[in-house]
């Protein structure tokens, strides 16, 4: 792949995985659980950028960008399935 879309996609997948184990969590509020998946977006995004040939950034800064938007990206992706019906929760 020339712009790395399924290291970023692979980034969205953890993180919502991330968010669901923090929504099975009782300790951590769902205010909170964006936030969560925003801070390990930008640590994957630089474990990306050091450990994947084909990551979209090479420097810190982007990658911590790249990261952190995949990551928000989960919590929209969770949102949109609620919105269209998918879960009654």
């Known amino acids: 792949m020339d712009f790395g879309i399924a290291s970023v996609a692979g980034i969205t997948v953890i993180c919502y995985l991330v968010g669901m184990g923090c929504k099975a969590s009782v300790k951590v509020k769902n205010e909170v659980i964006p936030v969560v998946c925003g801070v390990a977006g930008a640590a994957l995004g630089i474990a990306g950028m050091y450990t994947m040939p084909d990551f979209p950034a090479k420097d810190v800064i982007n990658a911590v960008a ?6 928000l990206a989960s919590t929209g992706i969770d949102q949109a399935v609620k919105q269209l019906g998918g879960s009654k929760k």
Do not use: A, D, Q
Not at 66 to 71: A, K, L, P, R
């Open 66 to 71: 790249i990261g952190i938007v995949s990551g």
